[in-house]
């Protein structure tokens, strides 16, 4: 069981990034997933969450009306869509979900993809 982070890199303030999370080894099907970020020298925190069974969508105050997560099940990939991005948004992003299924968040986070860096600086 694998989850893959990738889309990260460097953009300047006010801009966008799309991230996303491809899984190997199992399916995203009867899985709720969630987004995961880490800045330097900070804790770990929640960004999103995205049910499976009705795709509701979850955010930190932080990120809510600039970020958007999707899934595409058939692709077995999660997005997250970033939007005006400030210097606080610089983190390494992961993406994680649990060891057995669950329809709904939030994730209990039991897998953990190798993270992706995102640093937006001018």
């Known amino acids: 069981v694998q989850l893959q982070a990738s889309g990260g890199g460097l953009v300047q303030p006010g801009g966008s990034l799309t991230l996303s999370c491809t899984a190997s080894?199992?399916?995203?099907?009867?899985?709720?997933m969630s987004w995961f970020r880490q800045a330097p020298g900070k804790e770990r925190e929640g960004v999103s969450c995205?049910?499976?069974?009705?795709?509701?969508?979850y955010y930190a105050d932080f990120v809510k009306g600039r970020f958007a997560i999707s899934r595409d099940n058939a692709k077995n990939t999660v997005y997250l869509q970033m939007n005006n991005l400030k210097p606080d948004d610089t983190a390494v992003y992961y993406c994680?979900?649990?060891?057995?299924?669950?329809?709904?968040?939030?994730?209990?986070?039991?897998?953990w993809g190798k993270g992706t860096l995102v640093t937006v600086s001018s």
């Open positions: 994680t979900t649990d060891d057995h299924p669950n329809n709904n968040c939030p994730t209990r986070n039991d897998y």
């Open positions: 995205i049910n499976f069974s009705d795709s509701n969508t």
């Open positions: 080894g199992f399916t995203l099907d009867r899985y709720a």
